[in-house]
């Protein structure tokens, strides 16, 4: 999985939703990874879903390098329920926020399950703040609130950390396997 949309240079971020850009970032990246198609590609919104949605070309363009085979999925990083829903009803995968402090995106989350869209939540640990000692109701509390959401396909956990990789890990076979016996 991949975005597209925005940039990083000298340490500021800039935003470039165009079908140009769009492109020019699927070929950079397929030739980055030796690749002949991308699995998923997600356009990572500013916060003005509906503009980029409708204004844009970013989400056009995906659709055409779908057809054309070089990506094989395509949706976006919404920041709002709205252009969630819009994603879901349009695209084939939403990133949705979904964590103990923030439940906003549950109805992006459920029309997502009735449509059997893929989903990814972001922000699941808070941005590292799950746990405890971060003042947080602990990484498992979190794991399994999001794991407890229908319609939720996958969950972006960051660390560069690898203890912290093998408990996440464990954690998580050890909610999905409270789940199915459930």
Same mark, same amino acid.
């Given at each position: @999985? %991949?975005?597209?949309?925005?940039?990083?240079? /000298?340490?500021?971020?800039?935003?470039?939703?165009?079908?140009?850009? *769009?492109?020019?970032?699927?070929?950079?990246?397929?030739?980055?990874?030796?690749?002949?198609?991308?699995?998923?590609?997600? !356009?990572?919104?500013? +916060?003005?879903?509906?503009?980029?949605?409708?204004?844009? +070309?970013?989400?056009?363009?995906?659709?055409?390098?779908?057809?054309?085979? =070089?990506?094989?999925?395509?949706?976006?990083? %919404?920041? *709002?329920?709205?252009? +969630?829903?819009?994603?879901?009803?349009?695209?084939?995968?939403? @990133?949705? *926020?979904?964590? =103990?402090?923030?439940?906003?995106?549950?109805?992006?989350?459920?029309?997502?399950?009735?449509?059997?869209?893929?989903?990814?939540?972001?922000?699941?640990?808070?941005?590292?703040?799950?746990?405890?000692?971060?003042?947080?109701?602990?990484?498992?509390?979190?794991?399994?609130? !999001?794991?407890?959401?229908?319609?939720? %396909?996958? @969950?972006?956990?960051? *660390?560069?950390?690898?203890?912290?990789?093998?408990? /996440? !890990?464990?954690?998580?076979?050890?909610?999905?396997?409270?789940?199915?016996?459930?």
């Amino acid at each position: @999985m %991949t975005k597209v949309g925005e940039a990083f240079e /000298n340490g500021q971020s800039s935003f470039d939703f165009s079908a140009v850009a *769009t492109r020019s970032s699927i070929e950079r990246s397929l030739k980055r990874l030796k690749r002949d198609h991308l699995d998923m590609v997600l !356009v990572h919104s500013d +916060g003005n879903d509906m503009d980029i949605i409708h204004n844009e +070309g970013a989400l056009s363009e995906l659709a055409e390098l779908k057809q054309q085979g =070089l990506i094989r999925s395509y949706g976006m990083s %919404t920041k *709002t329920v709205e252009g +969630g829903l819009w994603v879901v009803e349009n695209c084939d995968v939403v @990133m949705a *926020t979904c964590n =103990l402090s923030d439940d906003s995106d549950l109805p992006v989350l459920a029309r997502a399950k009735d449509l059997n869209k893929g989903v990814v939540v972001k922000k699941g640990l808070q941005s590292g703040h799950a746990d405890k000692s971060a003042g947080g109701s602990g990484v498992e509390a979190a794991f399994k609130h !999001v794991f407890s959401q229908q319609g939720v %396909t996958s @969950m972006i956990v960051g *660390t560069i950390n690898l203890q912290h990789l093998s408990d /996440n !890990v464990r954690i998580v076979n050890d909610v999905l396997a409270a789940g199915e016996s459930d």
